[in-house]
């Protein structure tokens, strides 16, 4: 079942090649990603984030105090809140908390560091609105996953609270292009090739501006500190390397990292979850990353509170030890030690 539905996709996008203009391509990916509206519970709100675009959205039974901020995909140069909209709010539903999608600025039009400092923004956004990091995931998919990681480590480096964990689709972590996969995957993946990926590249770069730099190329960040991470990419995808090369500096750098690894899947396919189960799939899995982490992060918070309880057993058990002592001149071996 899973195969046949993997193939209905691949029909789909076989069906609408990709064209050559900017304007075109941004209209073919918000066509492909929204084929299938979002589910009728869905609540959906347009805001304003500090005079960028953004959207709400939350289902029945959700907690909206625990946000998903998310950074679409589409390398930089496209993708939107429409054609992200089913991804992001079954996300929120797996995750059972509020997402925030962020329409950020796209390049040619706005190159480097327009989309980095619009994460910030986004960012800013949620905080000033009262929203604790602890309550906070991070999520993106391809070029999106890039700005998620760069704004942590731009948060990091202000030694600014971090977001509770961070959820990576299909990340494009290195803009040099020096995965193997982008060779060994080409024939199987029917959306990502390097030739595009470099034509992205230099549409979203100045000129002079080091491939390398962390800022657009997180493989080569330092990830220390960094908050619990999942990692999401399909077998069939010629950023499978960027995936995996990722997981492991994150993991040499103490970060606590899942990797998934779903086999057949090409890039991003959460996108068209609606009919595709292993899309279904990976969305739960990553909405109990979501929960669990967000949930620990509030016991942690919960646990630096003094335990008043306990102290009161303390001084109950001294107490009684006291009592039980007070008629014997040597009471060492009835001395009562607090609970610890």
Known sequence: MAQSEIDNVRALLHSKPRPVGWAERRQRIDAIGSIWPVADDVKLETVDVNGLGGEWSIVPGSDASHVLLFFHGGGY?????????????????????????????????????????????????????????????????????????ALINRLRDAHEGLPACLW?????????????????????????????LNELADAYLPDGMDRKDPRVSPLYADLRSFPPLLIQVGSAETLLDDATRFAAAAGAADVPVTLEIWPH???????????????????????????????????????EQPDLSATSRNLRAAARAARACGSRRDCSRRSARPDR
Not at 272 to 299: D, K, V
């Open 168 to 196: 990576l689709v299909s990340p494009w972590t290195d803009l040099t292009m020096s995965g193997s996969t982008f060779a060994s995957k080409d024939a199987v993946d029917p959306i990502i090739h390097k030739e595009y």
């Open 265 to 303: 899947m090409i890039h991003a396919w959460h996108l068209w979850n609606a009919h595709l189960e292993p899309g279904r799939r990976a969305l739960a899995s990553a909405g109990a990353f979501m929960r669990r982490h967000i949930g620990s992060t509030l016991s942690a918070s919960r646990m």
């Open 77 to 149: 140069c496209s993708g939107s809140i429409l054609s992200h909209r089913r991804m992001v709010t079954e996300a929120g539903r797996t995750g059972r908390m509020r997402t925030l999608a962020i329409a950020y600025r796209l390049a040619p039009e706005h190159p480097f560091p327009a989309a980095y400092d619009d994460a910030l923004t986004a960012w800013r956004f949620l905080r000033n609105e009262g929203t604790p990091a602890s309550q906070i995931a991070i999520g993106g998919d391809s070029a999106g996953a890039g700005l998620a990681v």
